[in-house]
């Protein structure tokens, strides 16, 4: 494919009949412009975290480079983790956008989680999210036991990309 060709975009006809009202109402962000990019990724950036109680919410670079937001309930309950990968094709997005979601979550199953913050394209292009999305993983596996976490209950999540 000639790489200065325009992206085909998906019609509508090409989606399935009992999905097309559900795209129909998802909002059409401006990420084909970098102005447009910048716009989305400043507006989500000025969203507060959210704070759930009994959940602790730090940030932190692994040794091998992984950036990561920690969510840790005040009662664990078992040794499991979940590593979120947030939504947003990979080019817009933040952990910060699923901090209820993941403290909610850290809280009723007494679990961590663990939210990627990965690079975004078209300014850093693939396979950059998921060599990031991969070193998270690989930081949550080597710091297990220092978290106090069962290696064999690690799991992966995520929402769209």
């Known amino acids: 494919m000639d790489s200065d060709a325009e992206p085909k975009l998906m019609t509508l006809s090409q989606i399935a009949p009992e999905l097309r009202s559900s795209v129909e109402r998802m909002p059409q962000l401006p990420v084909s412009s970098a102005l447009g990019r910048w716009f989305v990724r400043t507006a989500l950036?000025?969203?507060?975290?959210?704070?759930?109680?009994?959940v602790q919410i730090t940030s932190r670079t692994g040794d091998?480079?992984?950036r990561v937001?920690?969510?840790r309930p005040a009662k664990p309950r078992t040794g499991a983790a979940l590593l979120w990968i947030h939504g947003g094709g990979m080019v817009v997005?933040?952990?910060?956008?699923?901090?209820?979601?993941?403290?909610?979550?850290?809280?009723?199953?007494g679990i961590m989680v663990v939210a990627v913050e990965y690079r975004l394209a078209p300014e850093f292009p693939f396979p950059?999210?998921?060599d990031d999305?991969?070193?998270?993983?690989?930081?949550?596996?080597e710091s297990a036991e220092a978290f106090h976490l069962d290696r064999t209950?690690?799991?992966i999540g995520g929402q769209s990309a």
């Open 45 to 54: 950036k000025l969203q507060p975290g959210a704070r759930v109680e009994g």
């Open 64 to 66: 091998n480079g992984a």
């Open 69 to 71: 937001r920690l969510h």
């Open 93 to 109: 997005g933040s952990p910060k956008q699923d901090d209820r979601f993941c403290s909610t979550t850290a809280r009723e199953l």
């Open 128 to 130: 950059a999210a998921l």
């Open 133 to 141: 999305c991969l070193a998270a993983w690989s930081w949550l596996q």
């Open 153 to 155: 209950r690690l799991a």
